[in-house]
């Protein structure tokens, strides 16, 4: 916890009333200006030639973060991990999303396919790109480093795996350091050791899991970070999916346990294989919950073209919650149909949340047609809203004059059905 104020003011000259109080050298009228403004970190302690060397302790304890943040790869594609500051999402928020990597054997025989298959992995969804952020390269032959400049050089962070490694190839490949053990107890005591040798650059590794153990050992981890600032447990967490006994190679259970991992603790997640069904469920888990929960996605309110609509082109209505948002565009997309889709001011709340609410209403969406300038884009007056909220259609055409409101569907994957039927 970071010190207040009045908590520092107590160890400088003005607090212990000493002959050098309120000097003024370190640019403040007095050590309680002085002490306010360190506490907000507008300032720094070497500024008071006059600071404790219990002071200096204190402070630098106070503001040392809860668990490291660890950035790894090359410095066109780092990964952050880590830095994580509350135990529950709730709280605040999560920081640094969890690192999905896929396990890679130096001595695989398909090596470069499947790398290729790797570098080549991407899907949208939300409006963001989600692709395999790492590579965990195991060591199975004198290849292995030649291996791990290959990957390298495809600028793909690096998590190197093996028993013969030195601080030189972590430093060339920037990668980070895995300190291993089969008990958290164990991890502790390798982990302070990594300290007292200088390594900062750590990723904690409980390489004996199972079903029982799964949830309690990594929340002791993160609880002795988070909580108790204990410096051995304060470093990112890796967890390989083959360590963790009880779960199968079915990709249902694989989902499972890369669910309970983004949760529950896990900073980074090796997966054995690349199944695009098990990452693609990890990756939307992991950005639904990696957002702030204070602050709904949302986008600007206006007209978003999808194709090349021309005056005659379909009109859709929707609020400007992301996800609904995306859902509906990309399945107006899909219907090759070109189109316009209009965005009300809705607070970032999905459609039926917005209408209980009183965020889209009759009043809303006229005013939000009428200064978006669809009008005069097409030439026909008629506008598709959501199904869900039929019970609107009088209330917008008694706003919207001159309109033909259509009740679209209700949900979005109809709309490429409805359009077809209604071209």
Known sequence: MKLTGLQIFKYLPGGKKAPEANCKKCGFPTCMAFAMKLAKGGASLGQCEYVPDDLKAVFEESIRPQQEEIIFGPPENPVKVGNETVMYRHDKKFVNPTCIALRLDSSDAGFEEKLEKIKNYSVERVGETLKID??????????????A??????????????????NETLKKFNAPAIISGSSVEEVVENSQAAIDKGISKILLNLNKLSM?????????IRKAA???????????????????????ND??????????????????????DLNPAVIYALLTLRQNIYTDPEKPLQIEPGVYPAGEPDENAP??????????YFSVFSEIESSNIPSYLVVTPSDGMSVL??????????????????????????????LIMPGYVAVLKEEIEDELSGWEIITGPNEAVDIVDFLKQHK
């Not at 029982?212 to 002791?220: H, P």
């Not at 051995?232 to 009880?246: E, K, R, W």
């Not at 949340?353 to 097409?378: H, M, P, Q, Y």
Request: with cysteine; aromatic share 10%.
């Open 134 to 147: 790492a590579v965990a390269l195991f060591d199975g032959d004198d290849t292995f480093l030649q291996k």
């Open 149 to 166: 400049g290959i990957v390298y050089e495809n600028k793909i962070p690096l998590i190197l795996v093996s028993e013969n490694i030195d």
């Open 212 to 220: 029982e153990n799964l949830v309690k050992s990594l929340t002791r």
């Open 226 to 248: 988070i909580e108790d600032k204990f410096r051995p447990l304060g470093f990112p967490v890796i967890t390989f999916h083959s360590d963790v006994a009880g779960f199968s």
């Open 251 to 272: 990709p249902a259970e694989q989902a499972l346990l890369g669910s309970i991992l983004i949760c529950k603790y896990s900073n980074i997640i090796v997966l054995d």
């Open 315 to 324: 009109v859709f209505i929707t609020t400007n919650f992301a996800l609904t």
């Open 353 to 382: 949340t917005a209408w209980s609410a009183d965020k889209f209403n009759g009043e809303i969406i006229a005013k939000t047609i009428t200064d978006s300038g669809i009008e005069k884009l097409v030439k026909h007056r008629r």
